[in-house]
């Protein structure tokens, strides 16, 4: 169930991006910052008490401005204090059901920009890691493991298992951009793992391929589980991460997408009329 939903939310982010692969990554970013915001804004607007929301940060002012003026006046001030904290305890509360209804929507989505901007694709004459993990029923020493690499990947050293750790990897070169995916066998059986393609500034990489677990599958949505029944736990590529560059500034994706969401969120409420 949750591979479809996460499919169903990679196949419309895959759409919207589409237009800007070839652009600046922070086209894409800026387009959905922008429908987040207006997304965000409808769905508090739809959720929360508006009207309530408005009393409350009215008398939030009138308490501030009663401390401001009464500075001499222990008594009053008292009173406006205990007015203000449970105030703010009230605006907390009205907040408290749109932020239920967004978090899970927001959690999918955000692990899904992380196969959009988190990483690039490597460039061919990189090298880069393949790392799988196995599960803890696993004797490492007695595992037979081959890996199977397309047209155009090197394998470059034998795999290193890592006893400690229930983990195996293998270096690997990219020499031409290739289409078919690696292909690791454990005792016979076969395990698939996508390599992901460049040439646009803007492609979806999806460096990890989790065995099926709720939590797993909610952090790596970008291929489907590993089967349950499956020795392996993981399979990890490790390709660089992505800075979005601005006036020669690195900026973690997620740093631009709050920033600008939260921007693009307040200069629009007035806008809708969204009390926040």
């Known amino acids: 169930?949750?591979?479809?939903?996460?499919?169903?939310?990679?196949?419309?982010?895959?759409?919207i991006f589409l237009p800007f692969s070839f652009f600046n990554p922070w086209v894409a970013m800026l387009v959905i910052s922008l429908l987040t915001a207006l997304l965000l804004l409808l769905v508090?607007?739809?959720?929360?008490?508006?009207?309530?929301?408005?009393?409350?940060?009215?008398?939030?002012?009138?308490?501030?401005?009663?401390?401001?003026?009464?500075?001499?006046?222990?008594r009053t001030q008292l009173g406006s204090q205990k007015q203000l904290v449970a105030a703010n305890l009230r605006y907390l509360l009205y907040?408290?059901?749109?932020?239920?209804?967004?978090?899970?929507?927001?959690?999918?989505?955000?692990?899904?920009?992380?196969?959009?901007?988190?990483?690039?694709?490597?460039?061919?004459?990189?090298?880069?890691?393949?790392?799988?993990?196995?599960?803890?029923?696993?004797?490492?020493?007695?595992?037979?493991?081959?890996?199977?690499?397309?047209?155009?990947?090197?394998?470059?050293?034998?795999?290193?298992?890592?006893?400690?750790?229930?983990?195996?990897?293998?270096r690997?070169?990219?020499?031409k951009p290739v289409s078919q995916p690696l292909v690791i066998q454990v005792n016979g059986e076969r395990y698939q793992k996508e390599i992901p393609g460049g040439g646009r500034r803007l492609s979806r990489i999806s460096t990890v391929r989790v065995r099926r677990n709720l939590w797993q599958e909610l952090l790596y949505p970008g291929e489907k589980p590993l089967p349950g029944g499956s020795l392996l736990s993981r399979i990890e590529l490790t390709y660089p991460e992505q800075r979005l560059e601005l006036l020669g500034v690195g900026f973690h994706w997620l740093v631009a997408y709050f920033l600008l969401s939260i921007i693009l969120g307040l200069g629009l409420k007035g806008f809708f009329q969204v009390e926040i």
């Open 172 to 175: 690997l070169r990219l020499e």
């Open 95 to 170: 907040n408290l059901q749109p932020l239920l209804v967004m978090i899970l929507p927001i959690f999918l989505l955000l692990a899904q920009l992380n196969l959009w901007f988190g990483y690039r694709a490597v460039r061919p004459g990189e090298t880069f890691l393949l790392k799988v993990r196995f599960i803890t029923a696993v004797d490492m020493e007695r595992l037979t493991l081959e890996l199977e690499a397309p047209p155009g990947l090197t394998v470059e050293t034998p795999p290193v298992r890592i006893i400690d750790l229930r983990e195996a990897s293998w």
């Open 44 to 74: 508090y607007k739809k959720t929360s008490n508006q009207a309530g929301i408005k009393q409350v940060k009215n008398r939030i002012k009138a308490s501030l401005l009663e401390i401001r003026l009464y500075q001499n006046d222990f």
């Open 1 to 15: 169930m949750l591979w479809w939903l996460n499919s169903a939310v990679g196949t419309i982010l895959k759409v």
